[in-house]
């Protein structure tokens, strides 16, 4: 069974910051995704990873995948208020006939970015 | 291009009852899959459908169902309602999982069962 570890699970940072979650996966997977949600809202998608050493960023955020080491990490930089929101990474295993399983979330990351 | 959309985005039943909840996906996109989030549970995995058929279901129930139309449309239907399947219902939809899994949720729809 397809496990999926964030940490820390709540952050409370200042602005102007640097900080990191972590997202550990127990089964060999290559397709690794970033959500955010704010409260009341749906997901939305942040990025994509599909290969090991996989790295985008987009503004304050930067997400990179290790596959070997089954670990993503999404680091935020010079963090701002806006950020806040509860952060999701999620795994997916490809089947080799194609299409592939639902998604396996982590329990999230709630980040609060005080002025 | 017009996202994920999910009716109704707002449900109250009670125990015993039943209730179907629908999602069109994004335009050109043949995969739905359905997810229960709860604060105790989080994020799960329900069932995903392609081209009307059910490729992949989760660990829940057979009180929970859906099926998927012609065109992509999908719905899903709960049986004999419980206390604890209030959570919010999101629908995501994605091109085709075989590629790569990115998935587009939609508001979600909100179950209170009382």
């Known amino acids: 069974e397809l496990k999926v570890e964030q940490n820390p699970l709540f952050l409370s940072m200042q602005e102007g910051k640097n900080y990191t979650i972590y997202c550990n996966y127990s089964?060999?997977?290559?397709?690794l995704y970033w959500y955010r949600q704010d409260p009341g809202k749906s997901l939305e998608s942040l990025f994509v990873?599909?290969?090991?050493?996989a790295v985008k960023q987009e503004g304050r955020l930067m997400a990179s995948l290790d596959t070997k080491a089954r670990l993503s990490t999404l680091h935020i930089t010079a963090a701002v208020h806006d950020l806040s929101a509860t952060y999701f990474c999620?795994?997916?295993?490809?089947?080799?006939?194609?299409?592939?399983?639902?998604?396996?979330f982590g329990k999230g990351t709630h980040l609060i970015i005080q002025p | 291009k017009a996202g994920v959309t999910q009716t109704p985005r707002y449900l109250i039943k009670t125990r015993g009852q039943q209730v179907t909840l629908s999602c069109s996906p994004i335009?050109?996109?043949?995969?739905v899959s359905w997810y229960q989030q709860t604060p105790g549970q989080g994020l799960q995995f329900l069932f995903e459908?392609?081209?009307?058929?059910?490729?992949n279901k989760g660990n829940f129930p057979g009180r929970f169902s859906g099926r998927q139309f012609s065109n992509s449309r999908s719905e899903m239907n709960v049986s004999t309602l419980e206390l604890g399947d209030s959570a919010l219902y999101l629908c995501?939809?994605?091109?085709?999982?075989?590629?790569?899994?990115?998935?587009?949720f939609g508001p979600g729809t909100r179950l209170t069962v009382l």
């Open positions: 995501a939809s994605s091109l085709d999982p075989g590629d790569y899994n990115e998935q587009f």
């Open positions: 089964t060999t997977s290559d397709r």
């Open positions: 990873l599909l290969s090991n050493g």
């Open positions: 999620a795994v997916d295993i490809e089947y080799s006939g194609g299409g592939a399983d639902g998604l396996t």
């Open positions: 335009s050109g996109h043949r995969s």
């Open positions: 459908y392609f081209s009307e058929t059910q490729r």
